[in-house]
């Protein structure tokens, strides 16, 4: 028995299966590309200046400054984003259309792109719990 076969057997557990391969990929590529010590200074300053910003609510200048200093981290923050998205953007289009033609024909044909969400945002949390990526 074949893929495609399998699929037009088995919708509901192919879409899940691909949601985790699809994810696993996506997770490994942002593991290995982010640069997860600049990333780490990152989130720790940003959570230092928002308990900053907590203490000193009520002056204007200061939390003026604060937010300042928060978004000269954006940039840097944006671009270890972009990395892994760049590399994954035209691998997953290609697979999206593949997977759209696929499921058409399947009992989940008006369905199959809200059960590839759901399973992969579940995988999602879990990889990056697995990778150490939160």
Do not use: C
Request: glycine share 4%.
């Amino acid at each position: 028995m074949g893929i495609i076969e399998f699929i037009q057997l088995q919708p509901k557990v192919s879409i899940v299966a691909l949601s985790f391969l699809v994810t696993l990929f996506i997770t490994l590529v942002t593991n290995f590309v982010t640069d997860k010590k600049v990333m780490k200074e990152i989130k720790e300053k940003q959570k230092w200046l928002k308990e900053e910003m907590k203490k000193h609510k009520d002056n204007a200048d200061k939390m003026m400054e604060l937010n300042k200093q928060m978004m000269e981290h954006l940039p840097e923050q944006m671009k270890q984003s972009f990395k892994p998205m760049l590399i994954t953007m035209i691998p997953m289009l290609i697979f999206f259309v593949w997977l759209k033609g696929t499921f058409a024909t399947t009992a989940i044909a008006g369905s199959w792109f809200w059960w590839y969400i759901g399973s992969s945002v579940i995988f999602s949390m879990v990889l990056r719990r697995a990778f150490g990526m939160e």
